[in-house]
């Protein structure tokens, strides 16, 4: 007869790992099956490589930041902001908090957080990587045969931990969802969340690669302002990309689908625009003789003078002594008031987040089981929650893979 196992983990992510380590640390038989070679290849990346893996922000923030976010309200309770990084600092990594209050690893390196994961998961848990779960059938005994690898493991619990689409290449190419349909569960619409914005404007290949801090950007649909941001963006090739510009496809994505939308960069968002007049006819008289474009070197970074100038309609060689108000109006409302047409939104494939999922109102908010399939567990980003940069999506990978772990049952 074959080993049976009290759970079957499916998926070293975050979510996963930190579930196989709850379950191990209770006694609980813990098998950790991992099709990548190794795991938490996602985790090594997030974070630009320096992993943001929480916020400082109350559980009543934490919950308001997320769609369905009251279903995370147990989770977050079980296994906080502070639980985790105290569980961080006690495997030796030490956390420091930045802008944001944003968390990261004070080392700056997401491959820390990742390896004292797996190493805490290797004590508490067997790991085979290397090994995809095609599928999860129960059988009349009430034991789950999780088939992989050319065989079946037999366990009397499973822990759905598969993550998301997007970032196929890590591993997370949606199968939990295939699992999750197969015993009669609700998948909610799959699309990108957190994804990069795709421009159309005749600047972008000159803009390309620029990174701005302390803009304000928003997006608008007509006159109607949708949503707002301030904090940095960069343009890209195909348009642009940063944290403002993620947060904004998260809050707008629907929209983007159905209207024409703008986005506006305001260059000097702490200026009133009583102030950037009065700064603009200091600065034109103080230049005189010289040209325009030398005048707003001391207002924009260098590359984007030419672009400005072209989308203001003033000649590049213009001298600052020529601006007339006409000028300088359109200088200033362009400084508040850059737009670029919105074309669309990159591939779910390059997407921070998935956002649909696994229905939360078919699992239990305190244990994370399934409210169809007992002894059913589902963690991680395969649920239907998603929220803006800020450490907020793996948080909520680690509390609800942590409340999974420590619910399951190994005794039935
Ligand atoms: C580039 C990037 C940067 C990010 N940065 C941040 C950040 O700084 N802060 C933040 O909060 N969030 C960030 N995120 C989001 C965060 O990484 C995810 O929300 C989080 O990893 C989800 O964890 P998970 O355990 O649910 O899933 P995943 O991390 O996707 O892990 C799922 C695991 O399951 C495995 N798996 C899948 N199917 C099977 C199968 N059939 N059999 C066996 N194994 C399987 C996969 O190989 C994978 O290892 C970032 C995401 C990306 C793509």
Same mark, same amino acid.
């Given at each position: ?5 009290d759970?079957?983990v ?6 996963g790992?930190?579930a196989? &380590?709850?379950?191990? =640390? ?12 190794r ?9 630009k ?12 923030e ?5 769609r369905?976010?009251?279903?995370l ?6 296994? %906080?902001?502070e639980?985790l990084?105290?569980? +961080?600092?006690?495997l030796?990594?030490q ?26 998961? /290797? &004590?508490f %848990?067997k790991?085979?990587?290397?090994? $995809? ?6 059988? *009349? ?9 050319g ?5 009397? #619990?499973?822990?759905?931990a ?15 969802? =295939?699992?999750?349909e197969?015993?009669?569960h609700?998948?909610?619409?799959l ?7 795709v ?5 972008? *290949? =000159? ?5 701005? /801090?302390?803009?304000?950007? %928003?997006v608008?649909n ?23 510009i ?9 929209e ?6 703008f986005? %506006?960069?305001? +260059? ?6 009583? $102030?950037?007049?009065l ?9 005189g003789?010289?040209? @325009?474009?030398?005048?707003? /070197? ?6 984007? &003078? ?8 003033? #000649? ?6 020529q601006?007339n108000?006409?000028d ?19 591939d &779910?494939?390059?997407?921070? @987040?998935?956002?649909g ?7 239990? $908010?305190k244990?994370? $089981? ?17 929220a803006?940069?800020?450490g907020?999506?793996l948080q ?12 399951? #049952?190994?005794?039935?």
């Amino acid at each position: 007869m074959s080993e049976i196992f009290d759970v079957i983990v499916i998926g070293a992510g975050p979510s996963g790992m930190i579930a196989a &380590i709850a379950a191990g =640390e209770r006694n609980l038989k813990t098998l950790l099956l991992e099709k990548k070679s190794r795991p938490g290849i996602k985790l090594s990346i997030t974070g630009k490589g320096r992993c943001n893996l929480t916020n400082s922000a109350d559980i009543g923030e934490f919950v308001k930041c997320f769609r369905n976010g009251k279903f995370l309200y147990a989770a977050f309770n079980a296994f %906080s902001n502070e639980d985790l990084i105290s569980f +961080f600092e006690n495997l030796g990594v030490q956390c420091k908090l930045e802008r944001g209050g944003r968390y990261f690893p004070e080392s700056g390196k997401a491959s820390d957080i990742a390896a004292a994961l797996a190493k805490r998961a /290797k &004590i508490f %848990s067997k790991i085979i990587t290397g090994t $995809q779960v095609k599928s999860v059938s129960k059988r *009349k005994d009430g034991l789950f045969e999780v088939f992989a690898g050319g065989g079946s493991f037999v366990s009397k #619990n499973v822990i759905a931990a598969c993550g998301g689409l997007s970032y196929p290449s890590t591993g997370s190419t949606g199968d939990g969802y =295939e699992i999750a349909e197969n015993f009669g569960h609700t998948v909610k619409e799959l699309s990108a969340a957190l994804v990069p914005l795709v421009l159309d404007s005749p600047y972008l *290949k =000159e803009l390309s690669g620029l990174k701005l /801090k302390n803009v304000g950007v %928003s997006v608008l649909n007509g006159k109607k302002t949708l949503a707002e941001e301030f904090g940095e963006a960069e343009f890209t090739v195909f348009g642009a990309d940063g944290p403002v510009i993620l947060t904004l496809s998260s809050l707008t994505g629907e929209e983007i689908k159905k209207s024409e939308l703008f986005l %506006s960069v305001n +260059f000097k968002p702490a200026l009133s625009p009583e $102030q950037l007049n009065l700064r603009l006819l200091r600065e034109i008289d103080k230049f005189g003789q010289y040209p @325009v474009k030398d005048m707003l /070197k001391e207002l924009l970074p260098v590359r984007l &003078i030419k672009p400005f100038l072209n989308y203001c309609g003033i #000649n590049i060689a213009k001298k600052c002594s020529q601006i007339n108000k006409a000028d300088r109006e359109k200088i200033s409302a362009s400084l508040f008031d850059f737009r670029f047409k919105i074309k669309g939104v990159k591939d &779910i494939k390059e997407a921070i @987040v998935t956002r649909g999922g696994v229905s939360a109102d078919e699992i239990e $908010q305190k244990t994370m $089981q399934s409210k169809l399939v007992k002894g059913l567990y589902f963690c991680g980003e395969m649920i239907d929650v998603d929220a803006p940069t800020g450490g907020f999506n793996l948080q909520a990978a680690f509390s609800t893979g942590y409340l999974a772990g420590k619910s399951v #049952n190994g005794g039935e």
